[in-house]
């Protein structure tokens, strides 16, 4: 963009400025409204409680995410950072150590499947995964402004957008309206080596590698790569085990 200005034009806003209105302008009306809803509470009813640790390391990060997977299929959840400490903590700011891009279906919300909880997990869901410049400007929103270390790409076992992708590519009917979109996204990760169900089940894990790649070779996210400040991670989720394993 032309940074010349006329003489009558208003100045503009500084890099620090602008990064600083983004970190804090999503959070000031919350921060408004907690702030009457706390007043009206007893302190007493509000007990401290420690903040737990914050991982800071692409490795720090996947061992929480994998501690908490193996949480959540264990029956063992710790429901964890819902305390009225952490809830007011938010108010101010928010540090959360992962952006999961995950599917849109109801059975894999990332928050339960990892066993997180509030500020945790920065999630970004979309049919099948897919990307457009809504989603990646949101993965960047959350690498670039809040310097999350590890964004992980996570699709799952039975994924009905890979599913309707598959069935449009076989019969060349198209699907309704906005659904083609999607469809037209997924359909080169289609793996055509393999039938039936198999193909599905295959195509779920190509388009995995696909997005995350397409991630991967994004300019800004792949500095911070290089500079061992961030992984971007392929998995998935199994609906029959509830276990999440990265795929290669």
Not at 28 to 33: D, H, K, N, T, V
Not at 119 to 131: I, N
Not at 154 to 181: F, M, N, R, W
Request: charged share 25%; with cysteine; glycine share 8%.
């Amino acid at each position: 963009m032309n940074s010349d200005r006329g003489a009558g034009s208003k100045p503009a806003i500084s890099t620090f400025a602008r990064r600083a209105l983004l970190r804090t302008g999503l959070t000031g009306a919350a921060a408004l409204g907690a702030a009457a809803t706390l007043a009206a509470t007893p302190a007493s009813a509000a007990p401290a409680a420690p903040l737990r640790h914050r991982p800071g390391t692409p490795e720090e990060a996947l061992r929480e995410l994998a501690a908490g997977n193996l949480r959540w299929r264990t029956y063992r959840e710790r429901h964890p950072d819902e305390s009225p400490a952490v809830r007011q903590s938010l108010t101010s700011g928010q540090h959360p150590f992962a952006v999961v891009l995950g599917c849109i279906d109801s059975r894999v919300p990332p928050e339960l499947v990892f066993d997180q909880g509030l500020g945790d997990l920065m999630t970004v869901r979309s049919a099948g995964e897919v990307l457009d410049e809504a989603v990646l400007g949101s993965v960047a929103y959350g690498v670039l402004e809040l310097d999350i270390p590890l964004v992980l790409v996570l699709g799952h076992q039975s994924c009905g957008a890979v599913k309707a992708a598959v069935q449009a590519d076989l019969t060349g009917e198209p699907l309704p309206a906005h659904i083609q979109y999607i469809a037209d996204q997924i359909a080169p990760n289609i793996d055509r080596t393999k039938e039936g169900d198999a193909r599905v089940d295959s195509t779920i894990d190509a388009n995995v590698r696909a997005v995350r790649a397409r991630l991967a070779a994004e300019p800004d996210l792949a500095a911070k790569v290089n500079e061992g400040r961030l992984a971007i991670v392929g998995a998935r989720y199994e609906l029959d085990t509830q276990r999440v394993h990265r795929v290669a």
